[in-house]
């Protein structure tokens, strides 16, 4: 099942929806409640896409993948380490990313994002999967030159625009090893697998949840590969997850 968000028209209010073959229908309710699917009435290439979802918090995983953690210089730790990003960093495929004047060398990163489907709280790693709706893409942009002087991710990843996830969630998808993809201007940026991150999805959904209650509609981000780099006013950056779809942004400059 793919669910998504989407507008019929640019200046409408988006709504929840559903995609087969290319044609996408109305969702009575957010996918996560109980819900009735309407008719596919409207082809895909006619709507605007929004974020598959809105967010109530979203929770990022650092140092998940050696080969980042190389290009860092940092060790691996023995439990997952994590950060959050706000609600309004959150954007959609073919909306633009927005460099802000405080920084001079942003980073792209791409990786899986998880939807939480349920309430979930100390959840084990074996029933993970009742508590998962979907994935999607996600794009965990850095102000990496912010991030060094005040030592802490919180300002150098929460600007607007700094999350870019979509194009949808895909709900039937096993993300033990998927293959992503970022290109950056046509050209290959990061490739990878999931099956290369030290926590995998269970791992991680199960230890969060033994610290908060994760609420229906949260995005897990999980960690990046390597090949993490600069962006500039121009760039046009692709992920794409295997299973998943693809996410296109664009850069501009924040006016």
Same mark, same amino acid.
């Given at each position: 099942?793919?669910?998504?968000?989407?507008?019929?028209?640019?200046?409408?209010?988006?709504?929840?929806?559903?995609?087969?073959?290319?044609?996408?229908?109305?969702?009575?309710?957010?996918? #996560?409640?109980?819900?009735?699917?309407?008719? /596919?009435?409207?082809?895909?290439?006619?709507?605007?896409?929004?974020?598959?979802?809105?967010?109530?918090?979203?929770?990022?995983?650092?140092?998940?993948? @050696?080969?980042?953690?190389?290009?860092?210089?940092?060790?691996?730790?023995?439990?997952?380490?994590?950060?959050?990003? %706000? %609600?309004?960093?959150?954007?959609?495929?073919?909306?633009?990313?927005?460099?802000?004047?405080?920084?001079?060398?942003?980073?792209?990163?791409?990786?899986?994002?998880?939807?939480?489907?349920?309430?979930?709280?100390?959840?084990?790693?074996? $029933?993970?999967?009742?508590?998962?709706?979907? #994935?999607?893409?996600?794009?965990?942009?850095?102000?990496?030159?912010? &991030?060094?002087? @005040?030592?802490?991710?919180? &300002?150098?990843?929460?600007? @607007?625009?700094?999350? %870019?996830?979509?194009?949808?969630?895909?709900?039937?998808? @096993?993300?033990?090893?998927?293959?992503?993809?970022?290109?950056?201007?046509?050209?290959?940026?990061?490739?990878?697998?999931?099956?290369?991150?030290?926590?995998?999805?269970?791992?991680?959904?199960?230890?969060?949840?033994?610290?908060?209650?994760?609420?229906?509609?949260?995005?897990?981000?999980?960690?990046?590969?390597?090949?993490?780099?600069?962006?500039?006013?121009? $760039?046009?950056?692709?992920?794409?997850?295997?299973?998943?779809?693809? /996410?296109?942004?664009?850069?501009?400059?924040?006016?």
């Amino acid at each position: 099942m793919i669910f998504l968000r989407y507008r019929k028209f640019e200046d409408d209010e988006p709504t929840y929806g559903w995609m087969e073959e290319g044609r996408v229908g109305t969702v009575s309710a957010e996918p #996560y409640d109980e819900h009735v699917r309407g008719a /596919l009435k409207e082809e895909l290439e006619n709507v605007h896409l929004a974020a598959p979802v809105q967010p109530s918090k979203v929770i990022g995983i650092g140092g998940n993948y @050696d080969a980042r953690l190389r290009e860092l210089g940092s060790e691996a730790s023995e439990l997952p380490w994590f950060f959050f990003k %706000p %609600p309004s960093a959150v954007i959609g495929t073919n909306q633009q990313i927005l460099i802000p004047p405080q920084s001079q060398y942003v980073e792209f990163a791409a990786e899986l994002g998880v939807v939480i489907g349920r309430r979930a709280r100390w959840v084990s790693v074996e $029933d993970v999967h009742h508590f998962v709706l979907g #994935y999607t893409c996600a794009n965990d942009m850095t102000a990496r030159d912010l &991030r060094q002087p @005040d030592r802490y991710d919180a &300002r150098s990843k929460s600007f @607007d625009t700094f999350l %870019p996830i979509g194009p949808w969630i895909a709900t039937d998808v @096993d993300p033990s090893d998927l293959v992503i993809v970022c290109n950056v201007n046509g050209q290959v940026r990061q490739m990878s697998s999931t099956r290369d991150m030290r926590f995998a999805v269970p791992q991680v959904i199960a230890f969060l949840s033994s610290v908060m209650t994760l609420e229906p509609g949260d995005v897990i981000i999980t960690g990046t590969p390597g090949g993490v780099g600069k962006l500039v006013v121009g $760039d046009v950056v692709e992920i794409e997850i295997e299973g998943i779809g693809e /996410l296109r942004n664009t850069v501009a400059e924040a006016t």
